[in-house]
């Protein structure tokens, strides 16, 4: 019974490492939050997974021109691309670089603040 145990928990862990290409292991998330702060998954739904950090306030500005010409999608993909940490490979098909750039905006992190006039 043991070894039935083992082996069932082996297939469900291979099932759920199988689950989307690209899938990396806690090791490597865990070494990925040590170097960059946060990690973010984007999944999509061929079931491709792609891992990127948060963009720095530098990388953001660096994009900037390409807001001001009206690039959103352009813009987004640059941000994607530099924030890439790995995963599935970055794709070539313009459908799912679109899908993936318009999540980057959620990876920009912020704290709430106010300000009290005195």
């Not at 899938?23 to 973010?40: A, F, L, M, P």
Request: with cysteine; glycine share 6%.
């Amino acid at each position: 019974m043991g070894n039935y145990n083992r082996n069932k928990n082996r297939s469900t862990q291979k099932q759920l490492e199988l689950e989307y290409n690209g899938q990396q292991n806690s090791v490597v998330i865990d070494r990925w939050k040590t170097e960059h702060g946060s990690v973010y998954a984007i999944k999509t739904e061929k079931k491709d997974i792609f891992y990127v950090r948060s963009p720095k306030i530098q990388e953001i500005e660096a994009y900037q021109p390409l807001l001001q010409q009206s690039k959103f999608i352009t813009y987004n993909i640059g941000l994607f691309k530099t924030c890439y940490l790995g995963g599935a490979p970055v794709p070539n098909d313009e459908a799912t670089l679109k899908s993936i750039a318009t999540q980057m905006m959620k990876t920009v992190e912020v704290v709430v603040s106010e300000v009290e006039k005195l």
